[in-house]
């Protein structure tokens, strides 16, 4: 009996017996996956909030946001009578041309929705910017943007559409080759309109929360020449047709002396007076094309 049991214990596995302090080797591999995944998972979050914020380019650069020079420009909204097709109480004209971008228009009616920037005169506008935050705005956000101009509602020509995704921050709207200007640069207009048609996650009502307009201030009209200024009659002389140079008719109801010139600010009798009143660039008349 006793040789039995022997031979048995011999022929017997060996028994490991597992000590409470070791770490169960499945247990440990199992934790170390959910933790990878979960790594994984939160730099996935973490890189998409970047490109979000960010914003990525949309069709032609339209979307791309660079630093703006306004050196040698001016801001000139202000020259202008703002409409907007709808807006919500306190998210109107008056939240849209505040400094700050934290206000904002909010349309309140159906797509498309409309801004209407009316001048009294003709301007030459050289460049417009837009600020949009897709990240505050989400639905909000426009993503198709109309830009007409002309002297008045009945007469509008598209000269831009922007095709925008993810937007954020300032946005530069393309002028190139409107027509106007020395360099076929300049967009010449009574009447510059806004149409949003499409917003991001086909949202239905709208946010835009800046809108700026420049001219170019160093520009101005000519004055007289040289030798016009040479021509014009001086004071106590008599004018072409014998009429004394201070008359203003046939009167001679002019009485107080001193031509024309005189009597706008310049001498007439000097290089340095040759240009006279200058009328800015951003302020001209109508002129018919």
């Given amino acids: 009996m006793n040789r039995a049991r022997a031979r048995a ?7 490991t017996i597992a000590s409470d302090n070791e770490p169960d080797e499945a247990a440990v591999n199992v934790g170390a996956e959910d933790y990878t995944d979960d790594v994984s998972e939160e730099d996935e979050d973490e890189e998409d909030a970047e490109d979000l914020a960010e914003g990525e380019e949309g069709e032609g650069g339209a979307n791309r ?3 703006f020079d306004s050196s040698g420009l001016r801001e000139i909204g202000n020259l202008a009578s703002w409409t907007v097709s709808t807006a919500k109480p306190g998210c109107g004209v008056e939240a849209l041309r505040d400094d700050s971008t934290t206000r904002f228009w909010q349309s309140d009616g159906p797509q498309p929705h409309l801004l209407n920037i009316h001048f009294i005169r003709m301007v030459s506008i050289s460049h417009i910017r837009i600020y949009l935050d897709v990240v505050l705005d989400e ?8 830009f007409l101009a002309g002297t008045s509602p009945h007469d509008l020509i598209e000269f831009v559409q922007l095709a925008l995704e993810h ?3 300032w946005i530069d709207v393309g002028l190139a080759g409107v027509g106007g200007g020395p360099d076929g640069n300049t967009l010449r207009a009574h009447l510059v ?3 949003i048609a499409e917003n991001h996650q086909n949202g239905k009502d709208t946010h835009l929360r800046g809108l700026q307009i420049y001219a170019r201030e160093d520009a101005a009209l000519p004055g007289p020449s040289s030798s016009d200024v040479a021509r014009m009659p001086r004071p106590g002389t008599s004018a072409p047709g014998g009429m004394p140079a201070g008359a203003d008719g046939p009167g001679g109801g002019g009485g107080g002396g001193g031509s024309r010139r005189e009597k706008i600010g310049g001498t007439g009798t000097g290089e340095g007076s040759s240009r006279g009143l200058m009328e800015p660039s951003w302020a001209l008349e109508t002129v018919l094309r």
Wanted: charged share 15%; hydrophobic share 25%.
């Fill in 193 to 195: 309109q806004l149409r």
């Fill in 9 to 15: 214990a011999q022929q017997a596995p060996p028994v």
């Fill in 65 to 67: 946001v660079e630093p």
């Fill in 167 to 169: 937007p954020k921050g």
């Fill in 139 to 146: 639905s909000y956000t426009p993503t198709r943007i109309s």
